[in-house]
């Protein structure tokens, strides 16, 4: 089984400083990682996915992230954030095989709000 | 493409009643699932499904049904509602780990 963990809850960044919101997972198997971002009043929608290649991977809204397989993390961060980035981010994981198991495991989320 | 909708958006039940949630997506995707988002409390897996005909639980299913008759359609049921029910429920569909969302049902149980 998989398991992510978020370790910040909230995470509170002045408008355009630099922004890193932290991830570790844990399994067994080799994985596919994921950052999901909510709006408020909104459904997730996709940010950034690792399935395999470069352990950067960019994504929309000028956000990155790292796997680190030696460290089970896939920190996403961005350089200069704005006020639309006041969201809540979930990292998810699943099972990189698709022999029939690609539940998705969310983390508990990281409230990120940009104050001005 | 509508891609995954969720009905009713908004919904105020008594206790004791109950409702079915509708879900359908239009990508042919195999996985489907539901969640219920707490306040604070990240996303929790209610029950999801791999295919027509196949669902299971997930962390927090008690109170709750499902079904998967089509590959399109996954409905959530409740069947007797409790206040412990207030939440808002996400379904979702996804392909390769990625998931697609519906924009949620806001559900209050007075």
């Known amino acids: 089984a998989q398991s992510v963990t978020q370790l910040d809850s909230q995470v509170p960044v002045f408008e355009e400083a630099p922004v890193e919101l932290r991830c570790n997972y844990s399994?067994?198997?080799?994985?596919?990682l994921f950052w999901y971002v909510q709006y408020p009043n909104q459904g997730l929608q996709l940010l950034l996915k690792?399935?395999?290649?470069?352990?950067l991977v960019k994504g929309i809204n000028g956000f990155e992230a790292e796997f680190n397989k030696s460290q089970t993390s896939f920190h996403l961060r961005k350089p200069s954030v704005h006020i639309s980035d006041t969201a809540e981010y979930f990292c998810?994981?699943?099972?990189?095989?698709?022999?029939?198991?690609?539940?998705?495991?969310f983390g508990t989320g990281t409230r990120l709000t940009i104050i001005p | 493409n509508a891609g995954v909708t969720q009905t009713p958006k908004f919904r105020i039940l008594k206790i004791g009643q109950s409702m079915t949630l509708q879900c359908t997506q239009d990508?042919?995707?195999?996985?489907m699932y539901w969640y219920r988002q707490d306040p604070g409390m990240g996303l929790k897996l209610i029950y999801y499904?791999?295919?027509?005909?196949?669902?299971d639980k997930g962390e927090v299913p008690n109170g709750y049904n499902v079904s998967r008759s089509t590959t399109e359609d996954f409905p959530l049921r409740l069947e007797l509602a409790a206040p412990s029910q207030t939440s808002v429920y996400f379904c979702?569909?996804?392909?390769?780990?990625?998931?697609?969302f519906g924009q949620g049902t806001r559900l209050t149980v007075v």
């Open positions: 979702a569909s996804s392909y390769l780990g990625e998931a697609f």
């Open positions: 399994s067994s198997v080799s994985v596919y």
């Open positions: 990508m042919n995707h195999n996985y």
């Open positions: 998810a994981v699943t099972p990189g095989s698709n022999f029939g198991n690609e539940k998705l495991t």
């Open positions: 690792y399935l395999s290649g470069s352990t």
């Open positions: 499904s791999v295919g027509a005909g196949i669902t």
